[in-house]
C-alpha cells in the first residue's frame, strides 16, 4: 500500500512519517505505525485499556495497563505506586520473578550492572553496583566481583561509596561519616 516495490508481503509506506494502520472503531482500538517525528508509535486509545503481548495460545506475557505500569508475567498488580512488576510465569517451579542486568562484554573490567536511583533530570543520588573486584574472570566458570552501595552527601552532586561486599563475602564501611 503506498508503494510500487514492497520489501515485504504486507509493506504500507506513506508520503510522510505520520503513517498508522488503525484497528478498531470510532469508539476504540488502537494505532500501529510512526507518528510525525518519526518514531515508533504503538497506541490504544480506549479509554482504561492496556496494551498486551501475547505468545502462542494467546497467553498473556506481558503489557502496558491504563495506568502506564509495565507488568511482565502478570496482568494486574495490586501497587499503585510500582511502575513495574515482574512476576514468574506459572512454568517456573521454584517460583521467583528475576530481572537480568548483563553487561555487554564476557569479561568485564569494571561494572557489571548497577540500579540507579536518580530523580527526574537523571541526577544521580546513589546506586547499587556489581563491580568486578580483581583476580581472573573467565565467563562460566571465575566470575570475582562485589557489591558496592554508594549514596550522595548534602550539598554534592556525586555519590561516594558507602560500603561494599567485597569477594570474600566481607562487609566493608568505606565512609561512616560523623553521626
Known amino acids: 500500500i503506498g508503494t510500487q516495490s514492497p ?3 504486507l509493506h504500507i509506506q506513506g508520503t510522510t512519517d505520520d ?13 500501529f505505525g510512526v ?11 480506549t479509554s482504561g485499556k492496556s496494551i498486551r503481548f501475547l ?25 499503585s505506586n510500582a511502575l513495574l512488576k515482574v512476576q514468574s510465569y506459572a512454568g517456573n517451579t521454584s517460583a521467583e520473578g528475576q530481572i537480568a542486568i548483563a553487561c555487554g562484554v564476557t569479561n568485564p573490567s569494571s561494572f557489571i550492572g548497577a540500579l540507579l536511583l536518580t530523580d527526574s533530570n537523571d541526577g544521580l543520588g546513589a546506586y547499587v553496583a556489581g563491580v568486578r573486584d580483581g583476580g581472573t574472570w573467565t565467563s562460566g566458570s571465575s566470575h570475582p566481583t562485589r557489591l558496592v552501595f554508594s549514596t550522595t ?13 567485597d569477594n570474600a563475602g566481607k562487609l566493608v564501611v568505606t565512609d561512616i561519616g560523623s553521626t
Open 35 to 45: 507518528d510525525a517525528g518519526g518514531d515508533a508509535l504503538v497506541e490504544t486509545f
Open 55 to 79: 505468545t502462542s495460545g494467546a497467553a498473556e506475557r506481558a503489557s502496558i495497563d491504563s495506568a502506564g505500569r509495565l507488568l511482565v508475567g502478570t496482568s494486574s498488580s495490586s501497587n
Open 153 to 165: 552527601a548534602n550539598n554534592s552532586s556525586s555519590p561516594t561509596e558507602r560500603m561494599r561486599i
Open 7 to 9: 520489501v515485504r508481503p
Open 19 to 31: 503513517t498508522y494502520i488503525r484497528v478498531g472503531n470510532n469508539s476504540g482500538g488502537s494505532h
